[in-house]
């Protein structure tokens, strides 16, 4: 399954409703199981972001949606990264001519 790097800023709404935060968390892990996919970690982090969540779905189409909907309701924006893993790189450095 696609591997997933988003980077969250927590939006004035959301830090207003911070104590939320963990119920939203809750709702977005099962808003992946929901589409087959799952969300692995969330880190709380300090800088320029205040999050950092590594994910997996069933496809790129799927995640596009997914964080569109967690950021449409207005608590947190999202920078999210599709990203591979060793195994992955590996295989796509051998099948290059």
């Not at 929901?34 to 997996?56: C, F, M, N, P, T």
Request: proline content about 4%.
């Amino acid at each position: 399954m696609p591997t997933y790097i988003s980077l969250i800023r927590y939006t004035d709404q959301g830090m207003r409703n911070i104590k939320e935060s963990p119920k939203r968390l809750d709702a977005a892990k099962n808003a992946f199981k929901a589409v087959g996919g799952e969300l692995k970690q969330w880190y709380l982090a300090l800088g320029r972001y205040d999050a950092v969540v590594i994910s997996e779905g069933p496809d790129d189409e799927t995640a596009a949606k997914l964080m569109l909907g967690v950021g449409g309701l207005g608590n947190v924006r999202s920078e999210t990264m599709r990203v591979f893993t060793e195994e992955e790189y590996r295989k796509l450095i051998a099948a290059l001519p």
